[in-house]
Structure formats: structure tokens, C-alpha cells
T-cell receptor, first 110, second 114 residues
Framework: GENVEQHPSTLSVQEGDSAVIKCTYS??????FPWYKQELGKRPQLIID?????GEKKDQRIAVTLNKTAKHFSLHITETQPEDSAVYFCAARGSYIPTFGRGTSLIVHP | DADVTQTPRNRITKTGKRIMLECSQT?????MYWYRQDPGLGLRLIYYSFDVKDINKGEISDGYSVSRQAQAKFSLSLESAIPNQTALYFCATSDSGISNQPQHFGDGTRLSIL
């Protein structure tokens, strides 16, 4: 089955800095890669996703890049703000169900 | 707004008790999932269902069972609860659609087993 590794497990940045979270996956058949944000005490919510026919996707301050050859994808957050503080999960989906990474706790210090 | 609703939101119970967690959705999605979240372990899949007649085990199904009573309802049961099943449980839905679709999560049920 699919195996997704996510790094780092914790990321601490100053407000205004950039943050990068990286994930690797094992199944070359995976073709859909969503990212979810979970604020403290709340449900995970989709923030951005990318499909395997695309190398990069942007939405305002967030972007995701995908390297299918190396089987890794990354989340980039620019100009971080305190409200970006949350746990971020990556996932990879090939067959019917997604496999999640273990999450990254992002802390943005004012 | 169409949503995914979990009940109860919090539950404290004793070892050996039978517990049912319920999930209902108004999104019209055909796929439903149960996940368990533990600190540092991410979201681990317990069971999933792609329609009313379909039930599939996930990576950590031991000690759990599910029932898909209707397209909109998917319940998770712990037949005889044990303390290491203390966790945050999420129900999620997704649409089969034509291309890959994201999952939509409920607010979670925090379960404590004493």
C-alpha cells in the first residue's frame, strides 16, 4: 500500500517568514495530493490540492509543488501570519482511498 | 449549508462498555470514512464505505465495527471499549465523481475510555 512521510513534525517561524512542509510517497500510481489544515480543536479542512498532471498550483499565499519523478510534493506558505498556526496534513491518493502523513505543527510567532 | 455531523461530540465511558459514534451528512456524497487521530500519528483509517452495500476495513479496524444504514449515515461501534481506544474520531465524506475529490470532515468525537 501507499506510504506517506511528512517532514518536519514541528515548524516554528517568525511572522512574515516563509514555511515549507515536505511529503514523500511510495506508490507511483498516486495521482491526487491534497493538503489539509487543522486548527486547534477543529476539523481538518482542505486548503489546496494538486493532481499529477500539474507541477505547481498557487492560491494567494499558499502553493504546492509536485515532483512525480522523485515522488515528493511540498506546501509553501509565504508571508506567514499568526492565523496560519495549525497542524497541516498532506495526503496521497492512487487507488480509492488517500493515505495521510503524520502532520506538521506550524507555529507562527508574532 | 451541506455538512457532516458527528454525535456525540464528547464521550467518557468505562472499559468494557459498548459505544456507538454516529455520522450523518447532507452533502449527497456516496463515500464515507471513519478515522482515528492520535497525537503524532496523523489520521489513521478505521473503515470506509463507497455505498450502502459496501464496507471495507482500513489499517486499524481491529476492535471496531461499522454500519452504513443509508447513504447519509455511517456509524462506528466499539463492541467492548478499552483505554487505548481513547482518541479523537473523525467521520469524512467524499464524492466519487469523475476525478479525484477531497474529503470533507465532521467536527470530531472526543472519546475517553477509563
Amino acid at each position: 500500500g501507499e506510504n506517506v512521510e511528512q517532514h518536519p513534525s514541528t515548524l516554528s517561524v517568525q511572522e512574515g517568514d516563509s514555511a515549507v512542509i515536505k511529503c514523500t510517497y511510495s506508490d507511483s500510481a498516486s495521482n491526487y495530493f491534497p493538503w489539509y489544515k487543522q486548527e486547534l480543536g477543529k476539523r481538518p479542512q482542505l486548503i489546496i490540492d494538486i493532481r499529477s498532471n500539474v507541477g505547481e498550483k498557487k492560491d494567494q499565499r499558499i502553493a504546492v509543488t509536485l515532483n512525480k519523478t522523485a515522488k515528493h510534493f511540498s506546501l509553501h506558505i509565504t508571508e506567514t501570519q499568526p492565523e496560519d498556526s495549525a497542524v497541516y496534513f498532506c495526503a496521497a491518493r492512487g487507488s480509492y482511498i488517500p493515505t495521510f502523513g503524520r502532520g506538521t505543527s506550524l507555529i507562527v510567532h508574532p | 449549508d451541506a455538512d457532516v455531523t458527528q454525535t456525540p461530540r464528547n464521550r467518557i465511558t468505562k472499559t468494557g462498555k459498548r459505544i456507538m459514534l454516529e455520522c450523518s451528512q447532507t452533502k449527497g456524497h456516496d463515500r464515507m470514512y471513519w478515522y482515528r487521530q492520535d497525537p503524532g500519528l496523523g489520521l489513521r483509517l478505521i473503515y470506509y464505505s463507497f455505498d450502502v452495500k459496501d464496507i471495507n476495513k482500513g489499517e486499524i479496524s481491529d476492535g471496531y465495527s461499522v454500519s452504513r444504514q443509508a447513504q447519509a449515515k455511517f456509524s462506528l461501534s466499539l463492541e467492548s471499549a478499552i483505554p487505548n481506544q481513547t482518541a479523537l474520531y473523525f467521520c469524512a465524506t467524499s464524492d466519487s465523481g469523475i476525478s479525484n475529490q477531497p474529503q470533507h470532515f465532521g467536527d470530531g468525537t472526543r472519546l475517553s475510555i477509563l
